[in-house]
Structure formats: structure tokens, C-alpha cells
């Protein structure tokens, strides 16, 4: 493909549930960028990957979120017992960068996520 | 600390009007990016532009144009002679050297451009 795709693009969940998301990025880019977006706010740095390390998670709100990338290319963004507060639009990002994070990264269309 | 500021909430203006939209950043780094990014209606954040600390160079690119002013601390971008497929909201976003790639994305401003 010849973009960064995430699925799904919709979810609902009731509070308490888990959810997954997924994002298959760019072949080839060596990183990967959570973001969360919550309405009308910018996009807020979630957690960073470099192939199947993840080297910064800085971002995560609290323990309920995690984050994997095992082969160094498809992520999924775990949310467990999801709160409303989680209701944001979650954004992936990929990356060619190897060295220090200075190429542009290419985003996603979002998981529009919507805790009941 | 890192901070991106874009003070206008929304802009509304009519076609072919020009459209600038302020960008103000904070840092104590000494090498650092600017970037604007647009956000249409469908979600999906696109590049515009990539800016170092280090050219101060004004481009103009097709109808886009950007003044970056290190003395100012301001990364302006401009929309000349607008089009309503320029409605999108619009960010402007920080990156530091020593921040393993993590974007410091401003509040984003609403363009909304009317026939």
C-alpha cells in the first residue's frame, strides 16, 4: 500500500471492554509514532518505536495502555478496561528516520475510538 | 520545555482571499524542525513543510508560502488566493533533536474557505 493504513476506523466501546487497535505502516519505514487526538486539540505524543523496540513511552496516560510492534512493522495499540476519558481519534505515524527523528512523518487516518 | 502556540481558533474567508496563519514555539534547543501539517475533513494529517532551526529562508511553493523569524520565534504560513479544498484545520509542530521524533503539535487552526 502506499500509505500508513489503521484499522478499524470506528470503534465503540462500553466502558470496562478492551480494545485493539492497528496500524500497518509504510514498508519499509524503520519508525513508528502513536498519537493521541483528542476534539479539537493537536495530536499528543503516545509512545515511539524503532523496528520492534519500543524506546519511548513516555506518553502512554497510565498502565491500561500498551503498545507492540513484534516483527518491527504492524503495531497494535491495546486499551484495556477503556474509560471515556479514552475517547479520542488515535493517530499512527511511520517514519523512514534511523538516526534522530528528523524526517517528516506520515500519518494514518485515525481510530476514531468512542467509550459509552 | 517545548510549547507550539497558534492563537487563531478559526479563520473563515472567501475564495480566493489570502490566509495567513501564525505559529509561535517555545525551546531552548538550538537545533530544532518546524512543521505545518493540514488535516482535512477526512482525518488524515498531510506534510506541507519541513523548516530547521538553521534556514531562515523563506519558500514559496506553488500558492503555499512560509516566514520562519528565529528572532521572533514565529513559523507563519500563508495560503494565497485560497480554494475551498484548503478548508482543513491546519497545525504547526515542533521537533527537537534530542526528542526521539516526538511531534509538538500546536491547538491547530480551522481554515474554512467559502465560494
Known amino acids: 500500500g502506499a500509505g500508513v493504513s489503521q484499522s478499524p476506523r470506528y470503534k465503540v466501546a462500553k466502558r470496562g471492554q478492551d480494545v485493539a487497535l492497528r496500524c500497518d505502516p509504510i514498508?519499509?519505514?524503520?519508525?513508528l509514532f502513536w498519537y493521541q487526538q483528542a476534539l479539537g486539540q493537536g495530536p499528543e505524543f503516545l509512545t515511539y518505536?524503532?523496528?520492534?523496540?519500543?524506546?519511548?513511552k513516555s506518553g502512554l496516560p497510565s498502565d491500561r495502555f500498551f503498545a507492540e510492534r513484534p516483527e518491527g512493522s504492524v503495531s497494535t495499540l491495546k486499551i484495556q478496561r477503556t474509560q471515556q476519558e479514552d475517547s479520542a481519534v488515535y493517530l499512527c505515524?511511520?517514519?523512514?528516520?534511523?538516526?534522530?527523528?528528523?524526517?517528516?512523518?506520515?500519518f494514518g487516518p485515525g481510530t476514531r475510538l468512542t467509550v459509552t | 520545555a517545548q510549547k507550539v502556540t497558534q492563537a487563531q481558533t478559526e479563520i473563515s474567508v472567501v475564495e480566493k482571499e489570502d490566509v495567513t496563519l501564525d505559529c509561535v514555539y517555545e525551546?531552548?534547543?538550538?537545533?530544532?524542525?518546524l512543521f505545518w501539517y493540514k488535516q482535512p475533513p477526512s482525518g488524515e494529517l498531510v506534510f506541507l513543510i519541513r523548516?530547521?532551526?538553521?534556514?531562515?529562508q523563506n519558500e514559496i511553493s506553488g500558492r503555499y508560502s512560509w516566514n520562519f523569524q528565529k528572532s521572533t520565534s514565529s513559523f507563519n504560513f500563508t495560503i494565497t488566493a485560497s480554494q475551498v479544498v484548503d478548508s482543513a484545520v491546519y497545525f504547526c509542530?515542533?521537533?527537537?533533536?534530542?526528542?526521539?521524533?516526538?511531534?509538538?503539535f500546536g491547538a491547530g487552526t480551522q481554515v474554512v474557505v467559502t465560494p
Open positions: 525551546t531552548r534547543d538550538t537545533t530544532y524542525y
Open positions: 509542530a515542533l521537533l527537537t533533536t534530542d526528542s526521539w521524533g516526538k511531534l509538538q
Open positions: 523548516r530547521n532551526s538553521f534556514d531562515e
Open positions: 514498508s519499509g519505514h524503520v519508525s
Open positions: 505515524a511511520s517514519s523512514t528516520r534511523t538516526g534522530q527523528g528528523l524526517d517528516e512523518q506520515y
Open positions: 518505536f524503532q523496528n520492534e523496540a519500543q524506546l519511548d
